[in-house]
């Protein structure tokens, strides 16, 4: 968790946001089954999250605004005995007050009586509430049905969806939020170094990802952002290659994209190593126009700069190289070869939410990841690295994670 201040604030400019006579609610998510007894590991909806640092199911924060003074409410599911000695689930809210700022935390049981009390008087106009939908086809999730419930209930309400208000707020870090992602990193680095350390020719996807796992596990990460690719050979021109069951063989390069999570932060690298830890002069020819393209973007990466103007420039820097040695006749022939953007905003959310058209701002961050797949080739090659936008550049959070093909081979020299 961050400060209570972090989270004191982001609540304080979210109800600057609201119109007087308002009220805002977001659910913090529920457990979801996944065979059985067994549920998947509980993640948080990300602006709750950003708005009150609690990662508990079952959690409503409420705000209202009557006539320009601001309450804040935390609605919990507070834990039955059972539920305390079974799950570990503590209750303690003096300490969640003092890790929110929030001042008023109620039973989740005490909703519907609140909220009708504060509706009757008819002087609430406007509803936020706070909704991601990436799919029209995912089942309605509780913030859908209370907004519903609500409509139906009380249809003189306006409703308005603030989810992208607070999506513009978490795309620029707060200092606090930066260092959670250097951590992230770090501790990635410390697992891809691992890796190098103990990678040969011969081992199995799965044996080399686990000496990063290792890492991870050791450090506190309990979960990793994302599923870690590890792709050698062919394999790695599947962009979301994730079974990592496949024997390396000598001579072959491995495609690792993977990033830790500190704090709910992401980090998101990609490298590709020669698994024997030396290039051959192809593999190395190759390698050198993907890192090319990333660098030409890194170096033009500033505030004022659209992102997409850096994918561009990465895919053009990449597409001449291919023409110098004549692997396409023409630059627009790179589509052969690269199929995807290059990079996206990052934070709590490794594909972070926000507006993708704004021009990069300080304290924006995001990731480039360019990639060349050469099905001809049996090689594929994607470079990426997690940035921080500073007043007249970026800062490379992951630059020390090798990259230079003279750094990797003299890591990799066993
Ligand atoms: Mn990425």
Redesign the pocket.
């Known amino acids: 968790m961050l400060s209570s201040a972090f989270y004191t604030e982001n609540r304080r400019r979210l109800a600057e946001y609201m119109t007087d006579n308002s009220i805002y609610f977001v659910h913090s998510g529920s457990e979801l089954e996944s065979t059985h007894d067994e549920n998947f590991i509980f993640q948080p909806y990300r602006n709750f999250l950003y708005l009150t640092g609690l990662d508990r199911s079952g959690a409503i924060l409420f705000i209202s605004k009557l006539s320009g003074k601001v309450k804040e409410t935390l609605y919990m599911h507070i834990p039955t005995e059972r539920e305390q000695r079974w799950m570990n689930l503590t209750w303690d809210p003096e300490k969640m007050k003092a890790e929110t700022g929030i001042e008023e935390i109620v039973s989740i049981e005490e909703w519907d009586a609140r909220v009708s009390r504060l509706l009757v008087s008819g002087r609430i106009q406007d509803c936020y509430i706070d909704m991601a939908r990436w799919s029209m086809n995912y089942a309605p999730n509780k913030e859908q049905e209370m907004a519903n419930r609500l409509k139906n209930i009380y249809p003189f309400l306006s409703m308005h969806n603030a989810y992208a208000f607070v999506a513009s707020m978490r795309t620029i870090k707060h200092p606090d939020e930066i260092a959670a992602h250097r951590k992230a990193v770090d501790i990635t680095e410390k697992g891809v170094r691992n890796m190098l350390a103990n990678m040969r020719p011969g081992m199995y996807e799965y044996e080399i990802e686990a000496y990063y796992d290792f890492v991870l596990k050791s450090n506190g990460v309990k979960v990793p952002a994302f599923h870690t690719i590890a792709a050698c050979g062919q394999n790695a021109n599947h962009m979301h290659y994730v079974d990592n069951n496949t024997q390396t063989k000598e001579g072959d390069l491995i495609l690792f ?1 993977l ?1 830790a999570r500190w704090d709910y932060y992401c980090a ?3 490298r590709t190593y020669p698994v024997n830890g030396k290039f051959t002069n192809r593999q190395a020819q190759l390698y050198e126009i993907v890192l090319k393209g990333l660098k030409a973007a890194e170096d033009a990466a500033k505030p004022g700069v659209v992102k997409d103007e850096l994918q561009n420039l990465s895919k053009q820097v990449m597409a001449e190289e291919l023409v110098k040695i004549g692997k396409i006749e023409k630059p627009e022939e790179i589509s052969r070869y690269y199929m995807h953007g290059s ?2 905003l ?1 934070g709590l959310d ?2 972070d939410v926000g507006d993708y058209e704004l021009k990069l701002q300080k304290d924006m961050m995001f ?1 480039l ?1 360019p990639g060349l797949y050469f099905d001809d080739e049996e090689t594929g090659i994607r470079i ?1 690295d997690t940035l921080v936008v500073t007043d007249d550049g970026v800062d490379i959070l992951s630059d020390s994670i090798p990259k230079e093909i003279a750094d990797i081979e003299a890591v990799m020299k066993h």
């Open positions: 994209d990033g998101d690298v990609s990079g996206h990052i490794t594909h990731t990841e990426e």
